[in-house]
């Protein structure tokens, strides 16, 4: 009987997972395959001759130099991972390029993760066209941007299907849009009449204004507490505040972490009371709801469809069923 089976054989393919290795300033690649970190680690220092002298080595994630040194970590990745192997005293970074490449320059790191956005953006409308109503105006705006050609090979699908796509999506911000212009003419119009009784309140008892203004400057509901905390990222809090109706232009997701927060955590980040933060959540909580009922509907009538064979494409607007 040979040493190896092909039982045997199987068995071993079954425990070896394929990577990606490459160093740090360099653009060529190999494909290895190894059972554990320690065989991808000899495996790599061969495949990229690195000397003994700079060993040992670290592996760390290509897409974000994540450090992997723990075995159950390596196993739970998925096959073809990048890595990226750091010889001793080497620093991971992401815009480390070959020199020897001139017709590269750094901004091809942006270039790339840009891409990735747009191609990973199309792969959720891919999966379920309902996930636009999830998306944020930022998203929306930037599947509009990607070329009807590109957009087309990604999906696999008409150029004509994606105009009909990237119009959707205009329209789905636009619609947004018009909803943020009503909202802040109602909160004119409010202002307006809460500046109003405020002057005839004043004019009917000018007495009752100056104890009106202490008392809230004695409550001291603006929270100003430095060790209140956040979750949210800068960009999140910075649209917060500065863009009128945001709770438009967040995706769910950002919805659902505010929703999460704690209200005089987040008013203490916006600088706001927790009056103000309170009905910044409440508007969140709407949006929130509003868009998720707008998916159980979509999927409801989906389900009931006659063409539900050809989803989630069939169900595109301007789209035909063949009979």
């Known amino acids: 009987k040979a040493p190896w089976g092909t039982a045997e054989r199987q068995l071993m393919a079954a425990r070896l997972k394929r990577c990606v290795v490459r ?5 060529e690649q190999h494909g290895v395959a190894a059972s ?19 060993e040992p080595i670290t592996l760390v994630l290509a897409e974000d ?4 040194d723990d075995e159950d970590y ?71 941007n990607v ?32 909803e943020r212009q009503s909202r802040q003419l109602l909160k004119l119009y409010l202002e307006a009449l809460k500046t109003e009784e405020s002057i005839l309140s004043k004019v009917a008892d000018p007495e009752a ?53 704690d209200t005089a955590a987040l008013a203490s980040a916006l600088g706001w009371d927790k009056e103000k933060a309170g009905a910044l959540q409440e508007a969140c909580d709407q949006e929130l709801s509003k868009r998720l009922k707008q998916v159980q509907t979509l999927h409801s009538l989906r389900s009931t469809s006659k063409s539900k064979k050809t989803l989630p494409w069939g169900d595109w607007p301007a789209s035909k069923c063949k009979k």
């Not at 160093?23 to 653009?27: Q, Y």
């Open 23 to 27: 160093r740090r300033d360099g653009l």
């Open 36 to 54: 554990c970190l320690r065989e991808l680690r000899d495996k790599a220092c061969g495949v990229l001759a690195i000397d003994k002298a700079r």
């Open 65 to 68: 130099g994540t450090i992997v």
């Open 74 to 144: 390596f196993l739970c990745l998925p096959s073809n991972t990048k890595f990226v192997a750091l010889a001793k005293d080497e620093k991971w970074s992401k815009k480390s390029l070959d020199s020897g490449t001139s017709w590269l320059s750094e901004s091809v790191d942006e270039v790339d993760s840009a891409a990735e956005k747009w191609k990973q953006l199309a792969r959720q409308l891919k999966d379920d066209l309902s996930n636009i109503i999830l998306m944020s105006e930022e998203d929306l705006q930037v599947l509009i």
């Open 147 to 178: 070329p009807r050609s590109d957009l087309a090979e990604e999906l696999a699908q008409s150029e004509t299907r994606i105009q009909v796509l990237q119009d959707t999506l205009q329209q789905v911000l636009d619609r947004r849009e018009e």
């Open 209 to 261: 204004a100056p104890r009106k203004e202490m008392d809230v400057v004695d409550t001291g509901t603006r929270s100003t507490d430095p060790s209140a905390t956040t979750a949210l990222s800068n960009q999140v809090l910075a649209a917060l505040k500065e863009k009128p109706a945001p709770e438009l232009c967040l995706d769910s997701q950002d919805l659902e972490l505010v929703l999460k927060e």
